[in-house]
């Protein structure tokens, strides 16, 4: 089956603009996780969707940042008016209970100029 | 809060030889779960090996084996007979069960180089 996917595969975008970055889980997961990966960094823990219950956004940098998932399925992070330090990869991982293994995604590799 | 410590940045060995990669952390939980993932430059995580804290037993996968010292808080990654394809970035991680949201704290990451 399908693994988990990302798009786009990289954005590069203008200072002060906002962006949309989606993940696609695996089908039938019911947690979503997204991480942010600075270069050279290890991965760094964003926020926690489970089911229908509400998300855990105790990661999120700040309140630019946001993100939501629809249907309990696909979700979507957006940063907005974008700063140079939100250059980063993006990973977004699905599992199919709460606790077990996480599959990620390729990630987005964000640019901001 | 929990920690965890990867003090290899980068190893590079030689193709066939075996590999071993250190990752530390710190808790003061008793029950845990420890991972060892790897990213290729394809940037795709992937797991390599999963140690539940309450097994003594160490995890093997094939060419992939941990030693884990619950002790001495120490989870090590040893890979034998090394091929090119193992080269990639290394991230140890760690979860504790029965947290609100089941995230993985990482390490910083070992960049592995195998050499042809």
């Known amino acids: 089956g399908a693994g988990v996917s990302q798009s786009p595969s990289n954005k590069v975008t203008e200072k002060g603009k906002d962006v949309e970055l989606r993940c696609d889980p695996i089908s039938g997961h019911t947690a979503l996780y997204w991480y942010r990966q600075s270069l050279g960094q290890g991965l760094e823990f964003l926020i926690y969707?489970?089911?229908?219950?509400?998300?855990?956004k105790s990661g999120l940098p700040s309140d630019r940042f946001s993100a939501e998932r629809t249907g309990g399925s696909v979700s979507t992070l957006t940063i907005q008016r974008t700063q140079q330090e939100d250059s980063a990869v993006y990973l977004c991982?699905?599992?199919?209970?709460?606790?077990?293994?996480?599959?990620f995604g390729p990630g987005t590799r964000l640019t901001v100029t | 809060a929990q920690t965890v410590t990867q003090s290899q940045p980068e190893m590079s060995v030689q193709e066939a030889e075996t590999v071993t990669l250190s990752c530390t952390y710190d808790t003061s939980e008793n029950n845990y779960y420890l991972f060892w993932y790897k990213q290729p430059p394809s940037r795709q995580m992937i797991l390599v090996i999963r140690?539940?804290?309450?097994k003594q037993q160490n995890a093997t996968e094939n060419r992939f084996s941990v030693n884990f010292q619950k002790a001495a808080k120490s989870f090590s990654l040893k890979i034998s007979d090394s091929q090119l394809g193992d080269t990639a970035m290394y991230f140890c991680a760690f979860m504790k069960p029965m947290d609100s949201n089941y995230q993985l704290i990482w390490g910083a990451g070992t960049k592995l180089i195998i050499k042809p």
């Open positions: 140690q539940e804290a309450y």
């Open positions: 969707f489970q089911g229908n219950s509400a998300p855990d």
């Open positions: 991982a699905s599992s199919l209970l709460r606790g077990s293994e996480q599959y």
